[in-house]
């Protein structure tokens, strides 16, 4: 079984020294470099590695009684030992690498720069509360159905009529979202968002991206005593917290026969962990540190794009996917 390190640069490109410091970095992982390729001049590059039985104190035992627990000492020693401005991602080199079939977003702070409820927060004056309870919940503080709850109570009575299409010109798509989708599309990947925002703007942003599905919760409205159609303060239907995230990756998975192995999960919030999880390999996009310290690989960035370097491909082979 080979292994592939993968450092991409946080910047443009690698800052001055980094790349030395990114060889010596090898000697503290016990593996053997095998080869390397640079994905991309000065910010991204590829090694392959192979488990060193001399540096795990296990020399003359069977490599396949320990492998669980060097791969486990390897991903703790990339977690706790980062490079400032760089980012690791250690994984398989298995054929699924190269082969994503299902990718799954979060929306907010993910695929888009903004968390939605905050922005609807802000037209009823309750925007530091929500943001408030809004962080606490994506660092896992709080349940995320209880967390929801509480934040849609906050936006009762907002007039509801145009509030969607109001919203959406505003939205930012995340830097490289769109070249990172329609690489994928290119090469025969489903993509889906699952939002712990709201449904009508998790449709737009699938409109926008050209995916494939898009799941998120629904705010029930009422028409108040002036007759206005208003928000009511609560949800209606399945909540989308983080185990129906999880629940949905694998029916997609499913349904459009995909094995596990080839499935992607993205997000930023510790509602997005399960779903990483399940899937063949997750990212934790810019995420908090409580997602970081968990999620199998990173990314730190200021591009979606670069998720393309974690899936192996080079400049070349990413120019040709975005020409389809």
């Known amino acids: 079984m080979s292994y592939s390190l993968t450092a991409i640069s946080q910047t443009a490109k690698f800052p001055k020294g980094k790349y030395d410091e990114i060889i010596k970095y090898l000697d503290i992982l016990p593996t053997r470099l095998v080869s390397f390729s640079n994905l991309s001049p000065e910010k991204a590059v590829d090694f392959q590695l192979d ?9 003359g035992t069977p490599k ?3 492998i669980e627990k060097v791969e486990s000492t ?23 690498r190269k082969h994503k079939k299902l990718i799954v977003f979060d929306m907010d702070s993910t695929l888009i720069y903004q968390e939605v409820i905050e922005m609807i927060a802000a ?15 994506m660092n896992g503080e709080l349940d995320f159905k209880q967390s929801l709850a509480s934040r849609c109570a906050l936006l009762k009575g907002i007039e509801s009529s145009n509030l969607w299409e109001s919203l959406k010109p505003r939205l930012k798509i995340t830097n490289g979202a769109k070249e990172l989708c329609q690489a994928m599309k290119a090469s025969g990947c489903k993509l889906a968002v699952c939002s712990g925002g709201f449904l009508p703007l998790a449709n737009y942003i699938k409109e926008q991206l050209g995916l494939d599905y898009a799941f998120a919760n629904v705010l029930k409205t009422e028409v108040n005593e002036k007759g206005v159609e208003v928000l009511s ?8 917290d983080g ?15 995909i094995d596990i192995a080839n499935t992607v999960a993205i997000g930023d919030g510790a509602n997005d ?3 990483m999880g399940a ?12 997602v970081q310290k968990e999620a199998p690989g990173c990314l730190n960035s200021d591009s979606l794009k670069d998720v393309l370097y974690i899936f192996g491909y080079n400049d070349v082979e990413i120019e040709n996917l975005l020409k389809h």
């Open 123 to 137: 037209l009823a004056d309750v925007e530091a509360e929500v943001e408030a309870i809004t962080t606490r919940a």
């Open 64 to 66: 396949e009684d320990i």
């Open 279 to 290: 899937a063949g390999f997750g990212i934790a996009w810019n995420a908090k540190p409580k």
């Open 273 to 275: 962990l399960l779903m």
């Open 243 to 257: 185990s129906r995230k999880r629940q949905l990756l694998l029916q997609l998975a499913e349904e459009n026969k």
């Open 51 to 59: 488990i060193d039985l001399s540096k795990t104190g296990f020399e």
């Open 74 to 96: 390897i991903k703790k020693t990339i977690k706790e030992n980062s490079i400032d401005g760089v980012d690791l991602v250690f994984q398989k080199i298995t054929a699924a």
């Open 233 to 240: 303060g609560v949800t209606v239907g399945d909540i989308v």
